[in-house]
C-alpha cells in the first residue's frame, strides 16, 4: 500500500504499518511493544514504515488492552499551609476523576526544607510500583543526584511548583518564578506612594522557586524604582509563627518600610502581625497565592495583590506530563504552560 493512497483524513492503523512494511500484524505488535524476536532489519522496515505513514498509537486503547494502570506518586511538604493543603485536595480530586481511566495518584509527605527526607523517598522507588512522580523539592546536590537515579530506574519525573535543573527531571511544572517575581516588583513599584525601604519574606534559600522570585523582584526594582531599597531577605520558612516572631525586629530595624513581598507561604504570621502592630496605612502588601486567607486579607485591604497559580492546572498538567513521558509520547507544551494570575480586590473570583 503507497502510503500516498491514505486520505488526509484517515488516521493510519497497525494493519496499513504491515501493509506498508510487508510484515505480520505480529510483528508490528512485537515492534511497537520492543519485544524481542524480531530481526534489525525488519524493525527497521516496520519503523520506516511508521514514519512514512505518520501513525500515532494510541495508548489509551494500548493500555486498555494489556490492562495497564498508572501508579503516580506526589512527594509535598508535610505542612498546613493553605497552598498545599489546595494542591492536595486536587490530587484528591483528580484520583477521583481519573479512577475510571486506569490512573492512580498516590500523596507521601516530607519535612520541609528537609533534603534527605526527599531523598529517602525518591530512592525508596522501583518502577514495579511507581510509574511517574511529580516532586515539590527544595534543590541540593543531594537531590538532584537522587532525580537522576530515578530516572535512571526507568521512573518519569516531573519538579513541581519548584524547579529542578533540567538534566535531572522531565518536566517543570509550575509557573515562570522570575516573571513573578518581576511581576511583583512591577506592582509594588507601581502601588507604593512614597520612598521607602521594601522587605520580601522569603521561605528557604534552598528553594529555587523563592530565589527565582527574589532574583526577579531584584531585577526590576534596580531597573525602574532605585528610589525605593529592597532590604535583606528574612526566612520564613514557610512558618506562621516564625514569620510573626521575627516581624517585630524587622520593623524596628527598617522604619522606613513601605512595602513588604511575601515571596512563599506562612501568610498567616505575616497578615496576624499586620493586624496587631497597626502598621502605616500605605504600607504595601503582596503576597502569593490565593487561598482562603489570603483572599480574606486581599478583600479586607492588607494585603494590596496576590500573585498566584492555580493548583488544579498544576495536578492536571503534572498527571499528562507524567503519563506522556511514561508512555513516550507527545505532548501539548501550550497545555502544560502554567499562566501567572494576578489578583486584586475587584477581581477575586467566586469563591
Known sequence: MDPADLKTSDKPTVNDIARVAGVSLATVDRVLNARPGVRSATVEKV??????????????AANLARRRVYNLLFVLPATDNEFVLALRDQILLQGQKLAHDRTILHTITATPFDPQAIVAILDRLAPADTDGVAVFSPETPAVRDAVRRVRDKGIAIVALVSDLPSSARDHFVGID????????????GRFVRRAGQILVITGSRLARDHLERRHGFDQVMQEAYPELEVVASIEGRDDPGLIHR???DVFASYPDLCGIYSSAAGNAGLVRFLEEAGVPKDLVVIAHELTPMTRAALSAGTFDALISQDTGHLVRSAVRLLKATADDVPYDPTQERIRIDIYLNENLPPE
Request: zero cysteines; glycine letters at 6%.
Open 246 to 248: 521575627l516581624l517585630p
Open 177 to 188: 518564578n522570575v516573571a513573578a517575581g518581576r511581576t511583583a516588583a512591577r506592582l509594588m
Open 47 to 60: 519503523q520506516r514504515a511508521i514514519a512514512e505513514l505518520g501513525y500515532i498509537r494510541d495508548t489509551a
